[in-house]
């Protein structure tokens, strides 16, 4: 018997967010999803999760807008995108085709962008979830701007959730002293789960022009690089929210994706990895089947958060 991999990430929530397994996409890495799905199964995977999008288009930062680290890479995108319109009616009707949730990564400017987007994508055929963007570190406006102060997070969450019958997740920056206190902050406003982490701010310097290599200086830090300080920071949240939590930063193998299980994530996202291979979210569900395959394990909720401590 195979195990079992579905969760649910929204339980509570009147749709719920049911998953076949726990492997999703990470926001940015996989695009609107169109190009992978002509190179394997795109209903494979347990979500699929957008760029995130503005309310109108956007040309994205200067280039460069990469930069390679030891064991991840720098980004400074700032957000490029098709907006809000075209998603509405170019790339709903085509996910809605597809047998997997496609969660809609959503990014203000202000408090009110949120709910007037979340609004415009109620309801709407193809789209199962929103994913709060609130910790881009790329962008003049929102982003971690609001991102790294709990109470404007609350507000970007009370201002979609009260706009759409949609699950909403947030999606968390680790670049605070205390992401715990985000989480509480958009958990008391009705996220229905919470991700955990955007990329982490870090630099680079081309010492051939003495200058930083991205034009805006910082960028987000991923890959390999960042996992342990995702695991913690996945680790203390789940130790602290009841709502699920979804765990984003480094991983590549199955094994990756277990420990943040254990750390208490109801769920993966893979991103950076898809850059070095676009199957690399369909290696990380092969290795969690074969893991559990080899230890027994029947039902993946069984280790979910075995990690955590007991609770007192
Ligand atoms: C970007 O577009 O600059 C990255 C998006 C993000 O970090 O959320």
Redesign the pocket.
């Known amino acids: 018997m195979p195990p079992s991999l579905a969760v649910d990430l929204a339980p509570g929530h009147k749709t719920g967010l049911a998953l076949r397994n726990p492997v999703m996409t990470a ?2 890495t996989f695009s609107w999803g169109f190009e992978f799905a002509k190179q394997f199964d795109i209903n494979a995977l347990g979500a699929v999760v957008s ?2 999008v503005t309310i109108a288009p956007r040309a ?2 200067q280039q460069p ?1 990469v930069a390679e680290t030891p064991a991840g890479m720098l ?6 995108n098709v907006g809000l319109d075209e998603v509405i009616t170019e790339l709903a009707p085509k996910w809605a085709k597809w047998d997997v949730p496609v969660i809609v ?1 959503v ?1 203000g400017d202000t408090i009110d962008e949120f709910g007037e987007m979340a609004a415009a994508l109620d309801g709407l055929p193809g789209i199962a979830a929103l994913e709060l ?1 609130i ?5 003049d406006i929102g ?1 971690i701007e609001i991102g790294q102060d709990p109470e404007a997070s609350a507000r970007a969450t009370r201002a979609a959730v009260r706009n759409t019958d949609l699950p909403v997740i947030v ?1 968390l920056t680790p670049n605070v002293t205390d992401p715990v206190k985000l989480a509480l902050a958009v958990e008391a406003e009705g996220a229905a789960a919470i991700c955990a982490i ?2 982490v701010l870090g630099l680079a310097i081309d010492t051939k022009r003495r200058r930083p290599v991205l034009p805006r200086a910082r960028g ?1 830090l991923s890959g390999p690089a960042i996992k342990p300080v995702a695991l913690r920071i996945v680790y203390d949240v789940a130790k602290a929210v009841r709502v699920p939590v979804i765990g984003c930063g480094g991983i590549r193998t199955g094994e990756d994706a277990i420990e943040f299980l254990m750390a208490g994530a109801s769920a993966v996202q893979v991103g950076t990895a898809t850059f070095a291979d676009p199957r690399a979210p369909l290696d990380v569900l092969d290795g969690i089947e074969a893991w559990c395959a080899r230890e027994g394990v029947e039902d993946l909720r069984e280790i979910i958060g075995c990690a955590l401590p007991a609770p007192v």
């Open positions: 926001s940015g760029k995130g994205g930062n807008r980004n400074s995108i700032g957000l490029q990564n990014a963007n910790s881009c570190p790329n962008v982003g999606k955007n990329t987000g």
